[in-house]
């Protein structure tokens, strides 16, 4: 005779399923997420400029001083420079892209500057010469851009100026996003921008796991949700609309780190109500990607005919080049020329800010 399990025993057997499945369901892949999603942002200090062709600092300093400072950013600390410093025009805050730092955008900085625009720079959290052990995610470049005009806000000498944002990537998104925050701002520029973090997060998603990534939306929007908290849920095109600021959305039809049909703020032009929206689409072959978009012809041929030698240098060293013979082919890299800016490009955002401007003294 069988003996059939007790209601005790069923009640026991029942709960242990229901545990199993949480575990396999959610805790499982809530852990996956976490692992994936904090290898995407870790930390990224300075790049060895002796073997790249960025701009330096130090080749600049004559021409462009800045002033340090720094200020709070949730627990850490993060490095601001200002430049300008007697420029009276207005205020250019300049967030910059994931993997790289203020200093990155050496030629955009020093345009500005030469426009007569006061330039406030920093490193995000995690990013260069601030604190911070990881970026930790899209979201971040939000709250650090926040937390930057909060500190410009507090600083009578920056406070009586009209603020304009300018932002590529991860900045392109901050700055845009960075409206559902109640900053008094003239206008805004957005380069290759992303709508929102859950966009660009599913976007990469897709690219490394297909079709799977989906069934983890769900443990994405949590994870970001524990990080950020509300900062997770905020999109550009709710901020364009609420804010009625006016924005240039700039972006490369090329891009094939944020899609021009994928998560880019533009690809949501139609979503949009705010009539102070400006759009540029850079669609020239060869010159409208994610990155190649800010250099001149010029440059662009000069850093195809330096990638070429340098890919003959890989040749001969069956691709592991001695750091020292690194260091020698880049001494002799032309950085200004490798790094000229495309006028034309900034030429137009400059004279958007400069309608903003018009605008803002006339509210004022």
Request: charged share 20%.
């Amino acid at each position: 005779m069988i003996k059939r399990p007790g209601k005790q025993q069923r009640t026991k057997r029942i709960l242990c399923l229901v545990a199993g499945f949480i575990v396999l369901f959610f805790i499982l892949p809530l852990l996956a997420v976490k692992i994936v999603y904090d290898q995407q942002f870790p930390r990224f200090d300075r790049h060895d400029d002796t073997i790249s062709t960025s701009l330096r600092y130090e080749d600049l300093a004559a021409r462009y001083p800045r002033r340090l400072v720094n200020f709070p950013s949730g627990p850490n600390r993060l490095q601001g420079y200002i430049y300008g410093l007697d420029n009276e025009r207005g205020l250019v805050v300049v967030a910059h892209g994931l993997g790289d730092g203020a200093d990155s955008y050496l030629p955009e900085i020093a345009y500005f500057v030469d426009q007569g625009w006061r330039v406030f720079a920093y490193d995000a959290t995690g990013s260069f010469d601030s604190e911070g052990e990881s970026t930790r995610g899209f979201p971040q470049a939000v709250l650090d851009l926040d937390a930057a005009l909060a500190y410009i806000d507090g600083q009578p000498e920056l406070a009586g100026l009209p603020l304009l944002l300018f932002g590529h990537s991860w900045g392109g998104y901050a700055v845009v996003n960075v409206l559902h925050y109640n900053h008094e701002i003239a206008g805004v520029a957005s380069v290759a921008g992303v709508n929102s973090a859950m966009d660009i997060v599913m976007e990469q998603g897709r690219q490394l796991l297909g079709g799977f990534s989906s069934l983890l939306y769900p443990h994405l929007w949590l994870y970001q949700w524990i990080l950020f908290d509300e900062a997770a849920s905020f999109n550009a095109v709710e901020a364009i609309n609420r804010s009625g600021v006016p924005v240039f959305i700039v972006h490369g039809l090329e891009d094939d780190v944020v899609l021009y049909e994928g998560s880019s703020i533009i690809a949501r032009l139609g979503q949009m109500t705010n009539p102070r929206v400006k759009v540029l689409l850079l669609d020239k072959p060869g010159h409208s990607g994610h990155n190649n978009i800010f250099l001149s012809e010029r440059a662009l041929a000069y850093n195809e005919a330096i990638g070429e030698l340098y890919r003959e240098l890989l040749e001969e060293y069956g691709h592991d080049i001695p750091y020292a013979v690194k260091q020698e082919f880049f001494s002799k890299v032309d950085r200004d020329l490798a790094q000229e800016i495309n006028r034309e490009l900034m030429d137009e955002i400059h004279a958007f800010f400069l309608e903003c401007l018009k605008d803002w003294n006339h509210d004022h």
